[in-house]
């Protein structure tokens, strides 16, 4: 027998055991390790360590020194300046794990193999959960933020404070705010998405003024595409001409009712991620909010004083990110985002205007609130904190909301331009 012949055979047999050995076993690769703690092991232990020392203190312009380090400069600035205050203080936790909820788990571990950032920054592939679990670029972790758990259905009271520290008043402003998930859903039935959804909404957002008069009955909404290259699409309406308009993007630049805040500053940033140019820069261990007492924040305020009261923090090492608009007429020349590992809120961030000027310090106070659906546990805006250095001015707004709620102004159909004149009075 002439067994040359089968030498070809036999190499190409050995070739593609060969290949088949190295190859990933289908799904090993795209197996998910999440959640991640913030700290763990030798890490962990020196945080306790610190923790024996400051943990339940309270720290004012005296002993502010000592955690300086966990500070943002332009804050630590202000804090210990008599000339913004003097008397602030802020109150140590020791650290907490932010647990995701059951859904977040599920889901982030189903859908967030397929997900990848595309050629123009979009998002593609996404269905629910948190697409990039373990993030390794700056777009990555943006997008995690872009697509945190709210509970799938939201509403919120907002007295928002407007406040000027130079003359040491505040004006109010009062509004009621709706969020529906149309997609990326977690945790009220429909999941992940509600059907039909012909124009391909992912979330939308509408907020009614209460107070002050000059603004009562105006509305506003914002509705974010699945498609991630898309801008958002943001409509107002005005009782006393009962008309209906498209907010240009140079209109969301603009100050909100006075307020430190334009239309893309909410929860420290929300328009389209595609639209920026974003660069992880490292990690920086922050004193950061993430537990707050609301009521005891809110009761201890001053008005005039652009710093809040009985803050309380915890030490978390958060991703830094810097980013600029693609757009080069954008009001911000630069923003630095400070986001939370674990439940991937911007925790802080710092707004700089054209010409780099230290413009604007922005603090998410977040907290744990439970779902009225499923009891879920899921972190949320508190109180959201804005100081122009600039201006000696500040708004606060604390956002008393309930998630997992079911409510006629959170169906589909009040998500859409026309629902603006139907709800307006």
């Excluded at 055979?9 to 959640?35: C, H, N």
């Excluded at 030798?42 to 300086?68: F, H, M």
């Excluded at 660069?279 to 001053?302: N, P, S, Y």
């Excluded at 959170?410 to 859409?416: C, K």
């Amino acid at each position: 027998m002439n067994y040359r012949i089968f030498i070809p055979v036999l190499t190409a047999l050995g070739l593609v055991l060969s290949l088949a050995l190295i190859a990933p076993v289908p799904g090993m690769a795209d197996e998910v390790v999440w959640p991640v703690k913030c700290y763990e092991g030798d890490e962990l232990q020196k945080v306790r360590e610190w923790e024996k020392t400051w943990a339940g203190k309270r720290i004012d312009i005296n002993n502010a020194s000592g955690v300086k380090e966990y500070l943002l400069d332009k804050y630590y600035e202000i804090f210990t300046d008599p000339a913004w205050g003097g008397d602030y203080y802020f109150e140590i936790l020791p650290y907490q794990q932010m647990i995701p909820s059951k859904g977040d788990i599920k889901l982030t571990r189903q859908y967030a193999p397929q997900c990848k950032v595309g050629e123009n920054d979009e998002l593609l592939n996404y269905v629910s959960g948190y697409p990039f679990p373990n993030p390794k670029t700056g777009h990555e972790i943006a997008y995690n933020f872009d697509n945190i758990n709210s509970g799938d259905n939201m509403f919120a009271y907002m007295n928002a404070w407007i406040i000027d520290g130079k003359r040491k008043y505040n004006r109010y402003m009062a509004l009621n705010g709706w969020m529906l998930w149309f997609s990326g859903r977690r945790e009220v039935e429909p999941v992940p998405d509600i059907t039909p959804n012909k124009k391909g909404i992912y979330r939308g957002g509408s907020s009614e003024y209460v107070t002050p008069a000059t603004m009562k009955g105006t509305l506003a909404m914002n509705l974010k595409w699945k498609d991630r290259s898309r801008d958002w699409a943001s409509y107002s309406f005005s009782s006393a001409t009962r008309r209906i308009t498209r907010r240009s993007n140079a209109q969301r630049q603009s100050s909100l009712g006075g307020t430190d805040v334009v239309g893309d500053d909410d929860w420290g940033y929300s328009w389209s991620m595609a639209a920026c140019n974003i660069k992880l820069t490292g990690r920086k261990e922050l004193l950061a909010v993430r537990h707050q007492d609301l009521d005891r924040l809110m009761k201890e305020a001053i008005e005039g004083r652009c710093l809040m009261y009985a803050k309380q923090r915890e030490r978390i090492n958060t991703y830094v990110l810097e980013v600029t608009r693609k757009d080069s007429d954008y009001i911000y020349g630069k923003q630095i985002w400070y986001v939370d590992p674990e439940s991937w809120w911007i925790l802080q961030c710092e707004k700089f205007d054209k010409r780099m000027r230290y413009w604007k310090w922005f603090e998410m106070c977040t907290w744990v609130k439970v779902s009225e659906y499923n009891g879920e546990k899921i972190p949320h805006m508190a109180f959201q904190h804005v100081i122009d250095v600039q201006r000696m001015h500040a708004t606060g707004t604390p956002s008393d909301c309930s998630i997992g709620i079911i409510d006629k102004k959170l169906s589909p159909e009040y998500f859409e331009p026309r629902a603006l004149l139907k709800w307006g009075y």
